[in-house]
C-alpha cells in the first residue's frame, strides 16, 4: 500500500500535464504581440543608432530587426510585422529596400499572406511610379501563398489607368489574369470606362460597355452617367460612330433611369449642335418619364428651337412653362424676344422688355443690345437711338463697345458715315478701344466722299489706341490721298503716321 502512494506521488510530481490550447494560443498572440512592440521601438530609434548595425548585414536594417525581435520571443512573424516594415520603407522613401523583405516573405515565411497586404504595395509602386514593378507583384501574387482575386486586379487596374502608357498594359493584364481565375466584376469595368472617358476615347468607352452588359453584368447606374456626360462633352454629333440620343434610348430600354441631370446634359449637347428639334425630343421623354423640366432646360430648348427657325414651337413652349408653374428668368425672356425680333415683332419685343420688368424681371444689357440690333437691322435708327439708349442710361446701364458697335454698324449701312464718325469719337472719349474692323469701316467710307483727312485723324487715333489698321484702310487712305488736292501734305501725314504704325501683314 505504501508503494503505490509513493508511485502516486512521483507521478504527480514528475508527469507533463497538457496546456489547454486557449492557453497555448493565448500565450502565442502575446509574444507575437510584444515582439510587433520591440521591432515598432526599433524603427523609431535614432538614425544614428540605426547606421552601425543596418551596415553589419547585408538585409535591410527593418527586416534584420523583425528576424531578431520575434525570435526574442521564441515566435514566428506575422504578416501585420510585414506589412508594419512595407509601410514604414514606403513612409521614409525606401522602396529600393522592399525587395528583399519581398523575397525573404516568399522563401523563409509558411503563412497564407494576406491579399490586402499585397494590394497596398501594388498602390504605393503605383504611388511612386515603379509601374513594372507593381505589374511584377500581381504575377507574383501566387508564389506568396495568396490567391489573388478582383481586388488586387482592380488595385493595379487603378494604377495603369492614371497613364497613357499604363493603359497600353491593361490588355495584357487581363487576358494574364485569366489565367489567374480571376474574374472582372463590375467595379473593373467602372475603373476602365472612366479612364476611357477621361482621355476622350468614349467610343471605347461604349464599346467596353455593352461588353459588360453582354457578359451579364448588372446595369450600373454610375456607369450610365459617366458615359452620358463624356459623350456630351464631345464635339461630333457622332462620337466614334456613337449617337448620343439612340444611345440614351438604349439606356432607357437597359432600364436606367436618367435624372434631370443627365437629361439636361443631353439637350444641351444638342442645342450646342443645331440640333433643335431632336432637343425638343427628349424635353418630351424627359416629361413623359415623370421629370418635370426645370426653367434652364426650356431655356435651352427655346433657343434651339429658334436657332432652327421654327418659332410657332418657341410660341408653344413659353406657353407651356408659364402653364407649368415656371417663373421665366431673364435669359428666358431673352431668348423669346430674339424669337420675335428674328420673326421682324421688334415693337412686341420692346413690349415684353417692358412687361418682363413689371414682372420683376429686370432686362440686363443683352435684352437692350438685342433689340438695337434689331431697330438698326430694319432702319429704325432713330429710335434705336432716342427710346433705347435713353432707356438704358435711364437704368444705369452703359454704352458698351458691344453697343455702340451695333450702332455704328446700323449707321454705316445706312450710307451715315459721319454720323458713325462721331459715334466713334464718342466711344473712343469713354476710354473704350472698338475692334479694327470697325476703323477700318469707317475709314473706308470716309475717304470715297472726300473726308481723308477726318480719316487720317482717326487714323491718329487709332495708333494711339495701339490699334493696326487692316489693309482696306491703307488701300483706302492711299486712293483718298491721290484725289485730295493736298496729295504732298496728306502723304506727308501718311508718312509718318506709318512709321509709328505696324504694318499688317499681307
Not at 509558411?110 to 501594388?122: G, N, Q, V, Y
Request: charged content about 20%; aromatic content about 8%; glycine content about 6%.
Amino acid at each position: 500500500m505504501s508503494s503505490l502512494k509513493t508511485g502516486r506521488l512521483f507521478l504527480r510530481k514528475h508527469r507533463k500535464w497538457p496546456h489547454l490550447t486557449f492557453h497555448v494560443k493565448w500565450q502565442q498572440t502575446f509574444k507575437q504581440q510584444e515582439a510587433l512592440r520591440n521591432l515598432k521601438e526599433a524603427a523609431t530609434a535614432p538614425t544614428s543608432s540605426l547606421q552601425p548595425r543596418q551596415q553589419t548585414t547585408s538585409k535591410p536594417y527593418l527586416l534584420s530587426s523583425l528576424i531578431h525581435s520575434f525570435s526574442i520571443y521564441d515566435c514566428e512573424p506575422t504578416p501585420q510585422a510585414y506589412h508594419f516594415i512595407i509601410k514604414t520603407l514606403s513612409k521614409t522613401s525606401q522602396l529600393n529596400q522592399i525587395s528583399p523583405v519581398l523575397d525573404h516573405l516568399e522563401k523563409m515565411e509558411k503563412f497564407d499572406t494576406p491579399e490586402f497586404i499585397l494590394s497596398h504595395l501594388i498602390e504605393i509602386y503605383g504611388n511612386a511610379n515603379e509601374i513594372q514593378k507593381a505589374v511584377e507583384l500581381f504575377y507574383r501574387i501566387p508564389k506568396f501563398r495568396c490567391v489573388p482575386s478582383v481586388y488586387s486586379l482592380n488595385t493595379l487596374l487603378s494604377v495603369l489607368c492614371r497613364t497613357s502608357e499604363g493603359l497600353k498594359m491593361v490588355p495584357e493584364i487581363l487576358l494574364k489574369s485569366r489565367a489567374l481565375h480571376i474574374r472582372v466584376d463590375e467595379s473593373s469595368f467602372r475603373l476602365l470606362i472612366s479612364a476611357l472617358c477621361r482621355i476622350k476615347k468614349v467610343g471605347h468607352a461604349v464599346e467596353l460597355f455593352d461588353c459588360m452588359i453582354n457578359d451579364g453584368f448588372n446595369l450600373d447606374t454610375d456607369i450610365c452617367f459617366m458615359l452620358l456626360s463624356s459623350l456630351c462633352e464631345q464635339t461630333d454629333i457622332h462620337i466614334q460612330g456613337v449617337d448620343v440620343v439612340a444611345f440614351l434610348g438604349k439606356l432607357r430600354k437597359l432600364g436606367f433611369c436618367p435624372g434631370i441631370l443627365d437629361y439636361t446634359n443631353v439637350i444641351r449637347f444638342l442645342v450646342r449642335k443645331g440640333m433643335g428639334a431632336d432637343a425638343l425630343g427628349v424635353l418630351y421623354e424627359m416629361k413623359s418619364d415623370g421629370i418635370k423640366p426645370d426653367i434652364v432646360c426650356y431655356n435651352m430648348v427655346l433657343n434651339g428651337v429658334i436657332a432652327s427657325g421654327s418659332y410657332s414651337k418657341a410660341d408653344e413652349l413659353f406657353d407651356e412653362l408659364l402653364v407649368f408653374g415656371l417663373v421665366p428668368d431673364v435669359y428666358t425672356y431673352n431668348v423669346y424676344i430674339e424669337c420675335l425680333c428674328k420673326q421682324g415683332k421688334v415693337e412686341e419685343g420692346i413690349k415684353m422688355a417692358v412687361s418682363m420688368e413689371e414682372l420683376g424681371c429686370k432686362p440686363n444689357l443683352s435684352t437692350y443690345n438685342m433689340l438695337l440690333q434689331a431697330l438698326c437691322n430694319s432702319g429704325e435708327l432713330g429710335q434705336a437711338r432716342d427710346l433705347l439708349v435713353r432707356e438704358m442710361s435711364s437704368k444705369g446701364f452703359g454704352l458698351s463697345m458691344q453697343t455702340y458697335k451695333i450702332m455704328i454698324d446700323g449707321l454705316i449701312s445706312s450710307g451715315k458715315v459721319t454720323e458713325a464718325c462721331a459715334l466713334l469719337e464718342e466711344e473712343l472719349d469713354k476710354g473704350l478701344c472698338p475692334q479694327s474692323s470697325t476703323f477700318d469701316e469707317i475709314i473706308c467710307g470716309l475717304c470715297p466722299i472726300g473726308l481723308t483727312c477726318k480719316a487720317l485723324e482717326l487714323l491718329e487715333k487709332m495708333i494711339h489706341k495701339n490699334v493696326s489698321p487692316g489693309v482696306r484702310a491703307w488701300e483706302a487712305l492711299l486712293l483718298g490721298c491721290q484725289s485730295n488736292n493736298s496729295f504732298a501734305e496728306d502723304v506727308g501725314l501718311l508718312d509718318s503716321l506709318v512709321n509709328s504704325s505696324t504694318l499688317p501683314e499681307p
